[in-house]
């Protein structure tokens, strides 16, 4: 194979073995979790992703949350049509009835953690509910970008896809999010100048990214004037 053959090969043998492992590693029963629980697990897998979002959600009767990733989802969709009327209408008889009480086309029941947190990173929002007992389902709230990614004009590749990113940061993250769809991938943002109040993103894989370079990057961003 040519150079630019090998690295396509290598980019899809990456992106394999990542959810292969990211799969093995959390096969785990729902059964017998509270809600607390789920949440402490989750917010330790996706730590460092500044885009992921935990709603809690609490009242009448019910301990709950709602946990999607914001830069995949149509946040407004979740706050009206999934948080709203778990808040109006959830009480404690709930049953794991979500048909019944979610304003959504798709509703899938999760039963692991990891039927979970694919549903997460498939741009999907889960709703964890805990009456008698803790029930969690997937509901379709993905958000397509608003404008398609297009081939690059400064940057030509000879093989594989050609895309490249637009001026929005979170509709990049987005892009990634799409492509690699697991918890390793990190998004950790900052707000550099005083003047500008520019946002920028640092995206890695941990296990993968050396912390040396993230410490010294994080050092020269925090430094960072303008």
Do not use: W
């Amino acid at each position: 194979l040519c150079q630019d053959g090998k690295r396509g090969f290598c980019r899809i043998f990456f992106c394999f073995n990542a959810n292969t492992y990211h799969r093995k590693q959390r096969v785990e029963k729902m059964e017998h979790k509270t809600c607390a629980e789920l949440l402490q697990e989750l917010n330790a897998l996706f730590e460092n992703c500044d885009d992921f979002v935990l709603r809690p959600i609490n009242g009448n009767g019910v301990n709950g949350a709602v946990c999607f990733i914001k830069n995949i989802c149509d946040r407004k969709y979740i706050s009206d049509r999934v948080i709203a009327p778990i808040v109006k209408n959830c009480k404690k008889d709930f049953g794991g009835k979500f048909e019944g009480l979610l304003e959504s086309a798709s509703c899938t029941v999760c039963d692991t953690v990891e039927q979970a947190v694919e549903a997460i990173l498939g741009g999907n929002a889960l709703v964890a509910i805990e009456t008698n007992a803790l029930y969690c389902a997937s509901v379709a709230a993905d958000n397509f970008s608003v404008r398609g990614i297009e081939e690059p004009t400064s940057d030509v590749t000879v093989k594989g896809p050609r895309a490249g990113f637009t001026e929005s940061g979170e509709e990049n993250l987005a892009s990634l999010r799409r492509i690699i769809k697991n918890t390793s991938l990190k998004t950790v943002s900052y707000t550099v100048g005083g003047l500008t109040a520019t946002k920028v993103f640092v995206v890695y894989l941990e296990g993968r990214a050396s912390n040396k370079v993230l410490r010294q990057i994080e050092r020269v961003l925090q430094n960072a004037d303008a």
